[in-house]
């Protein structure tokens, strides 16, 4: 639960959704494929008082995990919107018991939840991070650097990346791609705080190749294996000095609790999407907390909606690594918020606006919009 007092209700009239295509300023790759494009959701929760914004951070095509753009859209106004009509009037924290019935999905429940709350924060004037529990008003900004044509791509594209002042570098790895690429960035820039994600591309077979990554002290290991392998993920714990770290596997703070039981993970990268929403990042932070587990803000090359809310969410206390949270020019040139997130001395800047704390360029979104339907009671 938030650490602070309860948002104030809404009354909800309609819930708009748009897909949008904003293209990448350059190609991001990962174990399981390119993206030039990125196509997302936004939400805009229209209520009595207001209105609020939020992101659903699936991609084109279930990759990263089950879900996909128009997985989502269906279930959206087929499901998830007519019960939060049906409700009618209810808080922010209300709207994931609203939406239970529905199975899984989470990336959409999140993003509903957002525009929610924002539109109920925007009301009452409070800032999210404040009504979060955030602690700090700006957060370190890492970059997650996507796989190069090769490792000397790779060195240069890190090279800039450090330019211009991030703190903290994520390289993605797949097998084939992985020691090599490692150590040309090692070798390259000394012992810079340097991390790898291989988006689940290895199984147990791999795990002499995976040991082979603890020479380069990495800060940790992200998701090497299947999202369901907490147990696998358990045994190259147990054998790696390299710290694992899990993102796909934590779909809720029950798996967190069991990844943490089981010894899965020493580190718990927290999306908001992926976990169905802010308010159940913020309970697995709190879990993780109690727990002495270091958490950090990961991303999904979010637009200016998301990007406010994740820097909002990495500035609560138990957030003692830097997140995926890049200044918006690292994804965008040109973003659907009127000032989107900038780099400042390593750092991004948490909003103080009420809700979120960025507006929306209304000519931008209309520029990135593909499709876009209302739905009403
Ligand atoms: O938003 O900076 C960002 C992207 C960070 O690498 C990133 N995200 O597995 O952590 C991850 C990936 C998920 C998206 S891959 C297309
Ligand atoms: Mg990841």
């Not at 939840?113 to 539109?119: K, N």
């Not at 727990?291 to 990495?314: H, K, S």
């Amino acid at each position: 639960m938030p650490v602070t007092e309860p948002a104030a209700s809404v009354t909800l009239e309609a819930v708009e959704l748009r897909v949008l295509h904003l293209p990448l300023v350059s190609p991001f790759t990962t174990s399981f494929g390119t993206e030039t494009v990125r196509e997302v959701i936004v939400v805009r929760a229209r209520t009595t008082d207001g209105e609020g914004w939020g992101e659903i951070v699936t991609q084109h095509e279930p990759s990263y995990s089950s879900e996909y753009t128009h997985g989502a859209w269906d279930v959206a106004q087929r499901f998830l919107i007519p019960a939060l009509l049906e409700a009618r009037t209810f808080a922010p924290e209300d709207v994931a018991g609203i939406l239970e019935p529905v199975i899984g999905h989470r990336m959409v429940k999140g993003g509903l939840e957002l525009a929610v709350l924002d539109a109920a924060l925007r009301a009452q004037g409070r800032p999210l991070g404040q009504y979060l529990g955030a602690v700090r008003d700006r957060v370190p900004s890492g970059v997650s650097v996507g796989i190069q044509h090769d490792p000397a791509a790779l060195v240069d594209a890190v090279g800039a990346y450090l330019a211009e002042g991030y703190v903290r570098i994520k390289i993605k790895i797949k097998p084939g791609r992985d020691v090599a690429d490692t150590a040309a960035v090692r070798d390259a820039f000394g012992g810079i705080p340097l991390q790898v994600d291989a988006n689940s591309a290895y199984t147990l077979a791999d795990i002499d190749t995976l040991a082979e990554l603890d020479r380069f002290d990495l800060l940790l290991i992200e998701q090497p294996l299947q999202e369901d392998d907490l147990v696998d993920h358990a045994t190259l714990a147990r054998r790696l000095r390299t710290p694992v770290c899990l993102d796909e596997s934590i779909v809720s703070l029950k798996a967190a609790r069991d990844a943490l039981a089981l010894g899965s993970a020493s580190v718990v990268n927290i999306k908001a999407g992926r976990v169905g929403g802010y308010l159940e990042g913020v309970r697995i932070h709190d879990l993780c907390r109690d727990a002495g587990v270091p958490v950090w803000c990961g991303g999904m090359l979010e637009t200016g909606i998301g990007r406010a809310a994740n820097a909002a969410l990495a500035a609560l206390p138990g957030f003692t690594l830097p997140g995926d949270i890049s200044a918006s020019s690292r994804f965008y040139t040109r973003d659907i918020v009127t000032e989107p997130a900038v780099l400042e001395d390593g750092q991004v800047r948490v909003p103080t606006g009420p809700g979120l704390g960025v507006e929306i360029d209304p000519v931008a979104l209309d520029e990135a919009t593909v499709e876009r339907v209302e739905v009403r009671t």
